[in-house]
Each structure stands twice: as C-alpha cells, then as structure tokens.
C-alpha cells in the first residue's frame, strides 16, 4: 500500500513537472536582467517597461482583448441558448453538432472558415470575420457547461416556479437564469480564454490588416526568443490562470449549494 | 358543485397507459388521497390536475369549468413537490414571497402574508435563511407555506413526507392535518404509504395499473375493501379460497375447502355457486388454547407456525388444518410478556362473523 502510494506521488510529480517546468522557465526569465536565455544575471522590470514601450504588441494585445470579448460575449449568448434547447427538448443530433467543433482540429476548422468567408460570404478578412471564428469554436464549449449545469438541477424546480404563477419568461428570468448563472459566467470565461490565446484560426481568419498578439508573439519568435516575449506570456498566462480559477470556483460553489438544497 | 372533477381521464405513454379511463369527484375542504403503488398512475394524474401533462382524452373540471387547456401559472392549483424544489438562490421569505410576486400583489400586502405564513409553519426566525441552510422537516415546511402563502383552491402534495425519517414523518401528519383543518383548502395528497393515507385522510382514492379501484373514506377503505387488490394493499390481511353455499342479505355461509364452512356478513351482488376468497385482518382473529370452549361460530383448530414480536403487538402466524396460514395479532398489553404461544403449540383461532369478508376472485 505504502508502496503504491510512492509510485503514485512520483507519477504525479512528474507529469507536473512535465506540465509546468517550461511556464516556470517562461516566468522566470522574464524577470531576468539579460538579453540570453541562458544564465540568471539579476532582477529586473524592465522587460516589461519595454512591452509597454512597444507600440505594435499594445495594438495587438488590444486588438486580441476586442475579439476575445465580442467573441465570448456572442459564444456565451448562443451557446447558452444552446445548452437550454438541447436540455429542455432532450435533442439527439443537434447536442453533437453544437459539441463536434470542441473535438474537431482546428486547422481544419481554419481551412474551412476561410473558405466560408471568402468564398460563401464574400468577406473581407479582418477584426469581424476572427470573431466570427471564435465565436464558433467557443459555442460548444459554452453549451457543455450550461447542459451540464442543468442535467445536474432539480427539474420540479422550473415546474414550481410556472405552479407557483409564473411565466414561462418569467420563470427563465427568476428561476432558470440565476440558477444557470455560474455556468454561463465559467462558460464566458472559459471562451475568453481559449479565444484571446488562439493561434491556428486566428492566422487562418485574420487577413493582412491588424496585429493580433498570439501571432505577433510568433512573428517576434522568428527573429529571437527575447524577454519581452517572455514577458508578455507571464502576463498571458497569469490572465488564463486567474480566469480558469474563478470559473472552476464559480461552478464547484453552485453545485454544492444547490445538492445541499434538494436533500 | 364538486371543487374538481375528473371525468374519464386517460393517458398513454406510447403503448403503455398510464391512467385509465379514471373518474373522481373531489369536494371543496376534503383532504383527499390517491394510494397506490408506485407505477399505479397516482403521480401522472396528479401532474394533469396541476397541468404539467395533459390527459389524452377526458376532462378535468375545476369548479365547474374544464382546466386541460389551461398553462399551469393559470391554474389556482399549487403544488408541495417530493423534493420540496424550493427556489436554492433565494431566501425563505422570497421563497415564501414567489407566488404572492407572480399574482402581482402590492409589497404591503405580500410582507404581511409571508410574514404570516411563516407564523403558520413556526418558521418566523428561518426567514433569511436559505433553503440549504434548513433542516428537512423545515425545508417542507417553507414548501407548504409556499404553496399555501396565496390560497389556491387546490394544494396537491406529491409524496412529501417520503424524504422525511420516520418519526419526523409522524410530527408532519399531525401538523398536516391540523394545517388542513386550520386553513381550509382542499389538499389533493398521493402517497404510496397506506398508513399515511388512513392516517391523514378523508377520503382514498386506491389506484392500481392506471385505474381506480376504491374511492372510500379509511375505515371503509381498511374495513371493507372491494377487491383482492384493496384489501392486500391496505394493511395486512390473511386470505383463504372460498366458495359461496348460501347467501342472504344479512350473512354469507361459505365453503372452505379441507377447513369447513365459514360465516362473514351479507353483501351485494354475492350468490350461491361463486368462487372467491374469505378475507380476515389478523387483529379481528382471536387465539386460544386448541382446548378452550368454542365461543364463535367460526372456530377452527391449528398451530403456531412462527411468530412475530414488534413491542406493541405480536403476531401469532397459525397454520390451519388445511395447510392455508392466518395471523392473528395479540397486544402485549402485560409488561413483559411478549409471548403467549410457542412455536408448535395447538392453539384454536376465532373471529366474529361480521369480521371476515368475501372477495371475488
């Protein structure tokens, strides 16, 4: 028993350090007083004191928050609507319609989004037609919350807010939405955060004109792995983590009201 | 004009018919039950009477006008679900408040009423709480004064005590009954619990695959049950094959085969020649020792087969000549004794005649 349990911790210990040993690299040299990634010179900001120095990067880092909001804020809207259809009318096809583009390679998607764009809808590639392109891979991740959130719920709940007098409206607005609410926030979040990072269906969607920081961040790459690149990943991911925490704490805290409640 | 009506309701489910063809009429201030086994139908009709499905054919009339068309916030029905379903992000009070909000009525009035439901219930410090936050028996008792807040003329009850341990269960019958009395509405209850039913009830309605099959009030229920169904789903009773010799208005000889003949009460409908049983409840058969003197007509000898000690009562199983078994319950009304009989013993079993009664097959 004692045994196992070594083995088991040295598994885990491993595989996170496979994770998480090239973030903490990324982190650590972005702090580091020295053009190289090789050796800890010393302490220094001044990385980032260049990152805002650098016009184009802000362009760009503005540019990714515009489309990671819009794109979040529609995925949210659609996928939650989503989510509600295919709970309340126990769907078959469209649940793994609405989920298929989670699971499908997004060069894939890219290609094909591209060519809908350009070909189907006669669209100037730009700043629209990227959040359209998030919007669609977002959606399904948003629905999956949002269904499973409900799978979870007391089904007499929805049935006592309309016996109680309350409108179907009514009842979504009073009853449904709120108990939904910390599903649809995660889901929000969670599409901020897998658009604002995107890299493939950005650069297929994204045209010639504006910069957008995930492939900024690889045009500077090409030259050299500098700091300020290190940099602006530290903050990427320090954004990332903080969103992932709050959805997932969002959702946990719910749940457990909710169980408690039904018992 | 009966409160609710439900005239030749029916509804499939695919091929599989859920309630069949059932007629009630339910009075207004009757604590009414449906009792039946789960599957019986009790919990389908119920959600037609609240609206929440609707019947394939038939009509469900409510003070005289027909209601199947009707969306559930329409209806001056509310329901106490099984799982209580109160409102989790919201506080007792809003809980309470919710229907009163719905219909509209002015902030005064709604703080008045809630705060006098929860008087009601015994909930007046639980107001801010929330619904996790409370005990079960408290949880059902928001979910009654909710459902009570903006007197409907219906409350349905699905099963509410069924979460709730057994001696919980027992205070909420007696708060239940005296809440009914106290408020005046008609509470439509469906159970799956004969005792709650015969506790709680005017009136049982005993429901089996879909159909009724006795609407009655508990006594008559327990003590003249129609059917073999009724008679084996309220309470326990022991049952024997019998044939009718001769029947008249005021008794029944019948034939029971390898035992001999047994007398119950007249009762219509019966002739001589009819195959049936002869039903008799264990604390209507008297037990004696196999020498004491005959004091009933139906007196027949046998032996303790097996016994069964509960506190209260023990129930003496006795394996008659025939090879057929009939309980007979004896109170332990003696401190410390719990047992008159031993396994073996030849004892004689007894009822009056009034006390069995005749079933056809």
Partial sequence: MKRNNTWLWSAAALVYAFLYIPLAIVVVYSFNDSRLNAEWVGFTLSWYKALFNNAEMLTAAGNSLIIALSASFSATVLGTMAGLAIHRYNLKVLPVLVFTPVAMPEILLGVSLLLFFLQVLNLTLGMVSIIIAHTTFCIGFVAIIVRAR???MDESLFEAARDLGASPWQTFRLVTLPLIMPAVVAGALMSFTLSIDDFVITFFTKGVGEPILPIQIYTMIKVAVTPEVNAISTLLMLLTLVMIIIAAKLDAHASSRDAKTSS | MALLEIR???????SYTAVDNVTVTIEAGEFFTLLGPSGCGK?????????????????ILLDGKDVVGTPPEKRPVHTVFQTYALFPHMTVADNIAFPLKMAGKALPEIKARVSEAL???RLSDFRGRFPHELSGGQ???????RGLVNRPRLLLLDEPLGALDAKLREEMQIELINLQKEVGITFVFVTHAQNEALALSHRIAVMNRGSVEQIDEPSKIYGFPENRFVADFVGKISMMSARVLESTPSHLK???SGLGEVVTVGKEGVKAGDNGLVAIRPEQVRISHASDEPQLKNHFLGKVHDF???GDVTTYIVELSNGA???ALLPNSAPGRAKFYDVGDAVAVSWRHDAGIFLHE
């Fill in chain 1, 150 to 152: 409900l799978q979870d």
């Fill in chain 2, 8 to 14: 030749n309701v029916t509804r499939r489910f695919g």
């Fill in chain 2, 43 to 59: 919990t389908t009709l119920l959600r037609m009477i609240a609206g929440f499905d609707l019947p394939d054919s038939g009509q």
């Fill in chain 2, 119 to 121: 008087d009601g219930v």
């Fill in chain 2, 139 to 145: 949880k059902q008792r928001v979910a009654l004064a």
């Fill in chain 2, 254 to 256: 019948l034939e029971v």
């Fill in chain 2, 308 to 310: 069964l000690y509960v």
């Fill in chain 2, 325 to 327: 078994y009939i309980e």
